[in-house]
């Protein structure tokens, strides 16, 4: 079955820590996008790509960066200059037509130890 | 920017009764998408309908249509006979171009409760 699969589910991390949070996708899709979803507050997009090697900034992009290396994957790495990296992550993709919906993965809870 | 308002936090709704979920919007656009998503427990997004601003009808998915008043730039969400699992988090969303491609605009949500 064709979707997107972020991974892991629940991720710790540790003061000074850089993480990174997988995600992948079999839909053939151009276009990816990572949201942080804080209580109270929806989606907020950090970054998304159109194409392969080309990503760009969204409203809280400060402390994240990413990667597209390849169509299928578009890792989210959380720096440790994110201050408050605490949230629930969602992974997005879509196709190009602007009628389409993003379909999302699952999500990455990540949490401060 | 276009931004997208959600003014109720929450709401209730009996089973097998109508629910209306509210959600306006802003924008300089005159073609555009919107969206409804549903977030159940498991964090799931579920997409639950799209509705085109240049067609005039609204759209319908089953127990679920929208009202879309363009000149009002309201999008409300109905829900017709809830059922227990409709007890989710609610968002509407407004697509907007970026750079070569698109994005989406969240509203905050509404929590719907379905009491039995």
């Known amino acids: 079955d064709g979707g997107i699969t972020q991974s892991p589910k629940y991720l710790f991390r540790k003061e000074g820590q850089n993480v990174t949070l997988s995600c992948e996708q079999n839909?053939?899709?151009?276009?990816m996008y990572w949201y942080r979803q804080d209580p109270g507050q929806g989606l907020r997009l950090i970054y998304y790509?159109?194409?392969?090697?080309?990503?760009q900034k969204g409203d809280i992009a400060e402390g994240y960066s990413v990667s597209r290396e390849k169509k299928e994957s578009f890792p989210l790495t959380v720096t440790s200059a994110q201050k408050n990296p605490t949230a629930f992550y969602l992974c997005?993709?879509?196709?190009?037509?602007?009628?389409?919906?993003?379909?999302f993965g699952d999500g990455t809870r990540l949490s401060i130890l | 920017a276009q931004t997208v308002t959600q003014s109720q936090p929450e709401m209730s709704v009996q089973e097998a009764e109508t629910v209306t979920l509210s959600c306006t919007y802003d924008?300089?656009?005159?073609?555009?998408?919107l969206f409804w998503y549903k977030q159940p427990p498991s964090r799931q997004m579920i997409l639950v309908i799209r509705?085109?601003?240049?067609?005039?009808q609204n759209a319908t998915e089953n127990r679920f249509s929208v009202n879309f008043q363009k000149a009002a730039k309201s999008f409300s969400l109905k829900i017709s006979d809830s059922q227990l699992g409709d007890a989710a988090m609610y968002f509407c969303?407004?697509?907007?171009?970026?750079?070569?491609?698109?994005?989406?605009?969240f509203g905050k949500g509404t929590s719907l409760l379905v009491t039995p």
């Open positions: 924008t300089s656009e005159s073609d555009y998408y």
């Open positions: 839909l053939n899709h151009d276009a």
């Open positions: 790509s159109q194409i392969v090697n080309d990503f």
């Open positions: 969303a407004y697509r907007f171009i970026l750079n070569s491609g698109y994005a989406l605009n």
């Open positions: 509705q085109e601003a240049y067609k005039q």
């Open positions: 997005a993709s879509s196709s190009g037509p602007g009628n389409q919906p993003q379909h």
